[in-house]
């Protein structure tokens, strides 16, 4: 079956400007994290959805949001980009249950 | 919140060397999680341990779910080139505010001379 999609794979945006990231989970799969992943703080937990419900938050500001769709698909968005939000973006998708996360590819964002 | 410690950073083998790898916490976890990550790529799971004392194989990976459930080790036997990555370790503890997500080590870098 697919993996985890998530789009797009790169993005090139200006100190200020704002980006929407997708990501679409295995099919059946009801819950989706997002990670931020950079060199000098590792992966760190940004947020995680389960049945369209928002179940728990990382230490994030609040320029980073997420959502989630009826059909398991999530969405997140950086508001006025900072320098510090360039990072290799993940989702993960898992059912809810206690099982490891199948991680999408990334998306890569570069703030200039 | 919960700190993973992961060591060694790096490792640098020659093919056919066993690696070992581990993971302590300051915390008790409910799930540990191995993953191996190549270059603009996803973590990939390798390994998942549900239960306290827990050893499973997959392949000529072995990791073993410590007996106090803040620990946790990886090891690879006769490395191959096509084994140099990434490997991170993660933690799930499952309680509270904290369901549903994983804390990482700051993972092991693994080098493999031919």
């Known amino acids: 079956k697919a993996g985890v999609t998530q789009t797009p794979r790169y993005l090139i945006k200006t100190r200020g400007q704002q980006v929407t990231l997708s990501c679409s989970p295995i099919?059946?799969?009801?819950?989706v994290s997002w990670y931020q992943q950079t060199p000098g703080q590792g992966l760190q937990f940004l947020f995680e959805?389960?049945?369209?419900?928002?179940?728990n938050k990382g230490n994030f500001p609040g320029r980073f949001s997420g959502r989630q769709f009826s059909n398991s698909r999530s969405e997140m968005n950086v508001s006025t980009l900072e320098l510090g939000d360039s990072a290799l973006y993940l989702c993960?998708?898992?059912?809810?249950?206690?099982?490891?996360?199948?991680f999408g590819s990334g998306t890569r964002l570069t703030v200039v | 919140g919960q700190q993973l410690n992961q060591s060694p950073q790096s490792m640098f083998i020659q093919e056919g060397e066993d690696v070992s790898m581990n993971c302590t916490s300051s915390?008790?976890?409910?799930?540990w999680l191995w993953y191996k990550q190549d270059p603009g790529e996803g973590p990939v799971l390798l390994i998942a341990?549900?239960?306290?004392?827990e050893l499973t194989s997959n392949g000529r990976l072995t990791a073993q779910f410590g007996t106090t459930r803040k620990d946790s080790f990886l090891n690879i036997s006769a490395s191959i080139p096509s084994d140099v990555g990434i490997y991170f370790c993660?933690?799930?503890?499952?309680?509270?505010?904290?369901?549903?997500?994983?804390?990482f080590g700051r993972g092991t870098q693994l080098t493999v001379w031919p």
């Open positions: 959805y389960f049945s369209e419900t928002q179940r």
């Open positions: 993960a998708s898992s059912t809810g249950g206690d099982y490891g996360y199948t």
């Open positions: 915390s008790i976890f409910n799930t």
């Open positions: 993660a933690g799930r503890p499952d309680r509270g505010s904290t369901l549903g997500r994983l804390y």
């Open positions: 341990l549900y239960k306290a004392g």
């Open positions: 099919s059946g799969h009801r819950s």
